[in-house]
Structure formats: structure tokens, C-alpha cells
């Protein structure tokens, strides 16, 4: 019977290249092999495919166990649910030395159990934060005529999502079934997401005060001079119409729902009334 000490030592089968070429499958082919009934899961299998076939190389019955159940439905962020492969591979890789705590059920609870938090998750900053963030500081450069800033939010996205899902591909591996909790837990990521947050909103105001144009053309004559609407209000607070244009639709979405084809139709309909009228 051997000790728990030998069976950890023994389990250290994956280098740091299986590693590295299982993280780089499951980036090439993420959205490949997408299928309505298994999603990412043939991508996933792909992945780690070299790796069962190492850790198992001689318990064949293993292998085809392994496979199936990872053949199974999984659907998550291609960057953040990375962290769910190297849990795999660490319990994998422990499962084919002999340690029997790891199961076909643990594995697949921690599968079912992370893709979708971390889909959130993971959704919400890419394209709400790492996405907004560089575009609203370089499509103003495109617009004026420069070539380089119009690929270089692509550049940046592609270098956030490279690096962080092999930071946590390798620490997946790393932790094993603890890295989720232990990631989270080190208040680091709450941090980052809490300034980009904070960054982005200023973004969002920039880009709503540079972009949503709503200005009135109403005017009021006096003895003196003749007063534009318009120019008072500027005077008083710059871009105070598109502002509260903006909140009104937030508060509708906030009240409402995300019901964008009503909120784009409200839009359409209010301008040419206003327009019809004579306001703007």
C-alpha cells in the first residue's frame, strides 16, 4: 500500500509544455467544433486529449471512461473558464496514480459547477470592461484619420485574454479544485474589476457627451437681442440634453429590461416628434 506522499509524487506526470499545448488547442479551437447539444465540449476534449492519453497511457478502460465524460456539455468563457482545465488535468493526472478520492462525480460537479459563474464573470469584463475601456480611448483617434488606433483595442483585447487564460490555466493546475475559491478569495480580481469599473464609467460618460448628439434650436427674443435655448443651457451645464437622454434609457432598462428594439423605436419616434414641433 502505498503513502499519500508517494501517490503526489508520482501523480507529476505534465510538464509545463503538455500544459502549454493543451491551453493552446483549447485557444485555437474554443468556437470550432461548437455543436447545439455539446457546445464547447468536443474543443474541451481536443484540449486535453494528449494529456489522458499520457496519464493513462496504460489504463486504456481509464482513457475511454475519460473521454466520454468529458464529451459531455460544457459551455463557458473561452478566456476564464480556462481555470477549469487545469483543475481537470490536475485530477486527472492524481485519478490515474491511485488516488480514489477523485471521482467521475467530482469532476464533473466542478465542471457543471464553474462554467457558469465564471461565464458570468468572465463575460461581464471582457466585453463590458477590457472591450469598452480601449475603444473609447482609440476610435476617437480613428476617426481622426489614424491608421494604428484602429487595431490597437483588437491588440489589446487579444493580449488580455492570451494572458489571462494561460495565468489561469496554470493556475488551475496548480491549486487543483481549491484555485477557483483560492483566486476569488484573494481579493485581487475584485480590486482590479472594482477601478476598471470605475474607469469604464468614465469611458461610457466620454463617449456618451462625444457621440449622442440632442440639441434644440428653440429660441426667445427679447427687446435687446435674441437668445438661443440652446446656448443657455451649455452655458449653465455643457451637454446636459444628451445626459439626460442617456439616463432616461438607463432608467428604462433599469425599470424596464435590456429591450433594445423599444428602446431604439422610442428613440426614432421622439426625434421626429420633437423635430415636427420645431424643438430640434
Known amino acids: 500500500m502505498r503513502s499519500k506522499a508517494e ?123 477590457v472591450m469598452t475601456i480601449p475603444l473609447a480611448i482609440f476610435v476617437p483617434m480613428a476617426l481622426n484619420g489614424s491608421i494604428v488606433a484602429a487595431f490597437v483595442p483588437s491588440l489589446i483585447y487579444m493580449a488580455w485574454a492570451y494572458g489571462f487564460s494561460w495565468f489561469l490555466f496554470n493556475r488551475g493546475y496548480n491549486l487543483g479544485k481549491n484555485s477557483v475559491l483560492s483566486i476569488l478569495q484573494s481579493g485581487a480580481i475584485k480590486k482590479v474589476i472594482d477601478i476598471a469599473s470605475i474607469v469604464g464609467l468614465f469611458m461610457i460618460g466620454c463617449l456618451s457627451a462625444a457621440y449622442v448628439k440632442f440639441e434644440t434650436i428653440l429660441s426667445y427674443s427679447s427687446e435687446a437681442e435674441t437668445i438661443q435655448v440652446q446656448e443657455l443651457i451649455d452655458n449653465m451645464i455643457p451637454n446636459l440634453l444628451p445626459f439626460a437622454l442617456v439616463m432616461g434609457i438607463y432608467y428604462f432598462i433599469i425599470k424596464k429590461g435590456p429591450k433594445y428594439l423599444q428602446i431604439i423605436l422610442f428613440v426614432m419616434v421622439f426625434a421626429i416628434l420633437l423635430t415636427l414641433i420645431g424643438v430640434i
Not at 467544433?33 to 481536443?46: E, T, W
Not at 482513457?63 to 459551455?75: D, K, S, W
Not at 490515474?96 to 465564471?118: F, H, Q, R, W
Request: net charge neutral.
Open 7 to 129: 501517490v503526489q509524487t508520482d501523480s507529476k506526470k505534465i510538464t509545463k509544455f503538455d500544459l502549454f499545448i493543451a491551453w493552446l488547442r483549447w485557444c485555437l479551437v474554443v468556437e470550432v467544433p461548437v455543436s447545439f447539444d455539446r457546445m464547447q465540449a468536443l474543443g474541451f476534449c481536443y484540449s486535453i486529449n494528449k494529456i489522458l492519453r499520457k496519464v493513462y497511457k496504460d489504463q486504456p478502460e481509464e482513457l475511454q471512461q475519460a473521454m466520454r465524460r468529458h464529451a459531455r456539455m460544457f459551455n463557458t468563457n473561452a478566456d476564464w473558464g480556462s481555470v477549469i482545465h487545469g483543475i481537470i488535468i490536475s485530477l486527472e493526472e492524481q485519478r490515474a496514480s491511485g488516488n480514489k478520492d477523485v471521482s467521475e462525480e467530482m469532476m464533473e460537479s466542478l465542471k457543471i459547477g464553474l462554467m457558469g459563474p465564471l461565464a458570468g464573470i468572465g463575460d461581464s469584463v471582457d466585453q463590458g470592461i
